[in-house]
């Protein structure tokens, strides 16, 4: 007989975690406007990994196939911004992983742990300079711009916010500490009678520790974006849309935020000056206006 004293004697583990595998089918493809209807060769064959479920090789082909993106400047854009949207909305369109998503999904194929966290951060950086060339540039037509801009790139942008918003993933995998108490030293003991008794007790130890690691270190970065992401979030929404509330707030509802957090993600990106000012004015800051309240 083999006795095997716990250091911690006491392991609870909630499975709790959802598998957040389905990719998103509402998103508008770029397709709805005739001039991106051709799909190349690569967006058709990371359209079928999504659709197929294969996400780790979907994100591994789509970190390969960013490594050969020529920069979007105004002189290329006719040439480049098809394929670059195209992208932005699978990106977009593919889920995040969850502990228990990345270990079922194709579980032969490698994938580093915070792929999927890094390549959506990515892409957010480049809709943002894709949306401000954009705007800015004389060789896309007006209408054509705003159908690019509020119909295909800002909604990519907000979802992939929301996606990082809804990321957290609770970690289930608690590990609790019983202290001795009078003489129930003997409820603190093991007993294992086998040596398959012992391979699945490491292998569950593993899994543990495993989930742990992989939950946490995703939380914090995940935390981290976010707080980025809003930054440049705002930024563009200011950008794109001078002195209309309606659609900045329009935005941040769709990428998830209540009205009642509005104020607060204003004073802590974007904050007060000339170009943000009339986000400080009207009916929806009077209430929560700290600058106004301190004045009074």
């Excluded at 709805?32 to 780790?56: E, R």
């Excluded at 495993?210 to 707080?227: A, H, P, V």
């Amino acid at each position: 007989m083999k006795i095997l004293s716990f250091l911690y004697s006491f392991v609870m583990i909630f499975f709790l975690i959802g598998d957040n595998v389905v990719a998103n089918s509402v998103l508008p493809p770029p397709n709805n406007i005739s001039q991106f209807d051709h799909k190349s060769p690569t967006i058709l064959n990371l359209s079928a990994m999504l659709k197929d479920k294969k996400f780790k090789s979907f994100y591994n082909e789509m970190k390969q196939h960013s490594l050969t993106f020529q920069p979007l400047t105004e002189d290329t854009i006719k040439a480049e911004l098809k394929e670059k949207i195209w992208c932005c909305y699978l990106i977009a369109s593919a889920p995040f992983f969850s502990f228990k998503s990345y270990k079922k999904i194709q579980p032969d194929i490698y994938i580093n742990e915070t792929d999927d966290i890094s390549l959506k951060f990515e892409y957010c950086l480049l809709m943002e300079k894709y949306l401000r060339i954009i705007k800015s540039t004389d060789k896309i037509e007006k209408p054509f711009k705003k159908q690019i801009i509020t119909n295909l790139l800002l909604p990519y942008y907000t979802h992939i916010l929301k996606q990082f918003k809804n990321a957290y993933e609770h970690n289930p995998y608690r590990i609790i500490e019983k202290k001795e108490q009078n003489n129930s030293k003997n409820k603190d003991i093991v007993y294992i009678t086998s040596d398959q008794q012992i391979k699945e007790l490491v292998s569950l130890i593993n899994e543990i520790a495993d989930g742990d690691s992989f939950i946490n270190s995703r939380n914090q970065i995940i935390k981290n974006d976010i707080e980025d992401l809003e930054n440049f979030f705002m930024e563009i929404l200011v950008f794109v849309f001078p002195n209309k509330y309606t659609q900045v707030e329009k935005f941040l509802l769709q990428a998830g935020y209540f009205k009642e957090e509005i104020p607060n993600l204003i004073d802590r990106t974007v904050g007060r000056d000339n170009k943000t000012d009339f986000l400080y004015k009207g009916k929806h800051r009077f209430q929560n206006d700290r600058l106004l309240q301190k004045k009074k």
